[in-house]
């Protein structure tokens, strides 16, 4: 079965611009979650979508922002780019909501700024 | 702030040899899981802890997970080439269960 896909892999973008990625999470996983890594901070949560709810969030400014579509396809914003959101952000898909079920990365969306 | 600590963070070692990475914490988990990340792909779960105490094996890799839920560690046995990544812990907090608070990493490198 197909796994986790972000779309796209690459992207570089110039500061104050803004940014929507993609996420397209295993078929029949209703949960999709958003993080960030980068070498100084490692991998940090961004929030989790269920149902088309946000379930979690974690500690980011208002500038990063997400949905969730019926079809659990998910969507991240980030607004206003800023230098320091250059990282690889990664998407995990799971069948339900919590870790008990165990998440399925995806490749990851690597976005520069410049 | 990180709350889960590895070590070491870089293993550089040969094929054939035992390898032990920890992960700690002054935070008690719900869960704990496991993952390797090679360059240019996400993290891929190897294992999930969930009872304290619990040893679990995969292969010639085990899993243990601290009485206290506090602390994990990671033993690989013989190691091959291609175990070579980066190895994270994560843990899940009551609460919070579906929010991953993520180890610093371990860089395993395994030459022949």
Redesign the interface.
């Given at each position: 079965k197909a796994g986790?896909t972000q779309t796209p892999r690459y992207l570089i973008k110039t500061r104050g611009q803004q940014v929507t990625l993609s996420c397209s999470p295993i078929s029949g996983h209703r949960?999709v979650?958003w993080?960030q890594q980068t070498p100084g901070q490692?991998?940090?949560?961004l929030f989790?979508y269920?149902s088309e709810t946000q379930?979690?969030k974690?500690n980011f400014p208002g500038r990063f922002s997400g949905r969730q579509f019926s079809n659990s396809r998910s969507e991240m914003n980030v607004s206003t780019l800023e230098l320091g959101d250059s990282a690889l952000y990664?998407c995990?898909s799971?069948l339900a909501?919590?870790?008990?079920y165990?998440?399925?990365?995806?490749?990851?969306t690597r976005l520069t700024v410049v | 702030t990180?709350l889960l600590e590895q070590s070491p963070q870089f293993l550089s070692i040969q094929e054939g040899e035992n390898l032990t990475v920890y992960c700690n914490s002054s935070s008690v988990f719900s869960?704990l899981?496991w993952?390797r990340q090679e360059p240019?792909?996400?993290?891929?779960?190897l294992v999930?802890v969930?009872t304290g105490g619990e040893v679990k094996k995969l292969k010639r890799l085990t899993f243990q997970f601290g009485d206290a839920r506090k602390d994990s560690s990671l033993h690989i046995t013989a190691a091959q080439p291609g175990d070579t990544g980066l190895y994270?812990c994560?843990g899940?907090r009551t609460g919070?269960?579906?929010?991953?608070?993520?180890?610093?990493?371990t860089r395993l490198q395994v030459t022949l």
């Open positions: 986790v949960s979650s993080y490692g991998l940090q949560f989790e269920f379930r979690n974690g990664l995990a799971s909501a919590g870790v008990d165990g998440y399925t990365f995806g490749s990851g | 990180q869960s899981q993952y240019g792909e996400g993290p891929v779960l999930t969930v994270l994560a899940a919070t269960a579906s929010k991953l608070t993520f180890g610093t990493g």
